[in-house]
């Protein structure tokens, strides 16, 4: 866990990848912690492959992925036919089993009111996750209200389009940020 939290102090931005065409354009990016978005069980193993050719850090998004059942099952096969560092998702039963097959886990939480908010830091501290990606990122408030209840990395997710988001959300006890605004990948 330590090493995850300096590989995220020494990369703060963290490319979120929507489609192929992010694909290709990370690949010549500075990112080199990525979080796959998208794809189906036909072709997430090609697209974690072109990542690793590229020497990029690899977490897919199991909730995000077409055909596949969020199960124990369904992080079996990501772990075997498409090999990615770890998985993020909104399931803690998910981070529970992907923490069993050695992956590295994120929670995405997204907080909308303050009953999410108490949620969303039991179900961390039950789980026990690598990190938690907060939504929207841009809630500075949020994000110190968390900070002060855990022990594990904060990634601020979502809504995250300039330069002064990603040192907003930095200043406030994000470790780092995801974001599909490309423009950001090269920070």
Not at 14 to 40: C, H, M, P, Q, W
Not at 148 to 172: F, M, Q, R, W, Y
Request: glycine content about 6%.
């Amino acid at each position: 866990m330590i090493r995850f939290r300096e590989l995220l102090l020494e990369n703060p931005v963290i490319a979120a990848l929507r489609n192929d065409k992010d694909l290709e354009n990370v690949i010549k990016s500075k990112a080199l912690i990525t979080f796959v978005l998208y794809g189906n069980l036909m072709n997430i193993g090609k697209i974690c492959e072109k990542l690793k050719a590229a020497n990029k850090i690899i977490f897919v998004h199991l909730d995000m992925i077409e055909g596949l059942k969020g199960d124990a099952a369904g992080i079996e096969y990501i772990k075997k036919f498409a090999s990615p560092d770890g998985i993020i998702t909104t399931k803690s039963s998910n981070i529970k089993y992907a923490k069993q097959l050695g992956l590295a886990t994120i929670q995405r939480i997204f907080i909308i009111d303050s009953l999410s908010l108490k949620t969303g830091i039991k179900n961390i501290h039950e789980t026990g996750p690598s990190a938690v990606e907060v939504m929207p990122g841009i809630a500075s408030k949020i994000i110190h209200s968390i900070e002060k209840e855990i022990n594990i990395p904060i990634i601020a997710g979502g809504l995250i389009k300039t330069k002064k988001d990603v040192i907003d959300s930095l200043s406030v006890g994000a470790l780092a940020i995801s974001t599909t605004s490309e423009k950001l990948w090269n920070l």
